[in-house]
């Protein structure tokens, strides 16, 4: 089993910017791809990245690209989203997830289905 617990979202104007943290529990972090994906109310869940279990390959949703970063630190267990740039329709509950096959190298990265642990989520809002 593995739990992850996301924190660092809050209130930003546009064009700020948030650093979103996703704490994973257990000795095998390293071994997971991990994602974050984004659900905004009256919306279906949105991927926005992911990164590979060693970090070397990374991949975003289209309307992300260049304004925010996915990272990791497997000595600390722990998956990054900087997200710059930010605008109103970035505004969402953030969660984090894991899955045991590191789907980045398949076609499968983007789909909810594919991830086997999830966080609770973090509450990103975005004011004009």
């Known amino acids: 089993q593995v739990q992850l617990v996301e924190s660092g979202g809050g209130l930003v104007q546009t064009g700020g910017s948030l650093r979103l943290s996703c704490a994973a529990s257990g000795r095998t972090f390293s071994t997971y791809g991990m994602a974050w994906f984004r659900q905004a109310p009256g919306k279906e869940r949105e991927f926005v990245a992911t990164i590979s279990s060693g970090g070397e390959i990374t991949l975003y949703e289209d309307s992300v690209k260049g304004r925010f970063t996915i990272s990791r630190d497997n000595d600390k267990n722990t998956v990054y989203l900087q997200m710059n740039s930010l605008e109103t329709e970035d505004a969402a509950v953030y969660c984090c997830?894991?899955?045991?096959?590191?789907?980045?190298?398949?076609?499968?990265?983007?789909?909810?289905?594919?991830?086997?642990?999830w966080g609770r989520g973090t509450q990103v809002t975005v004011s004009s």
């Open positions: 997830a894991a899955d045991t096959n590191d789907l980045v190298y398949s076609d499968l990265y983007s789909g909810a289905r594919g991830y086997d642990y």
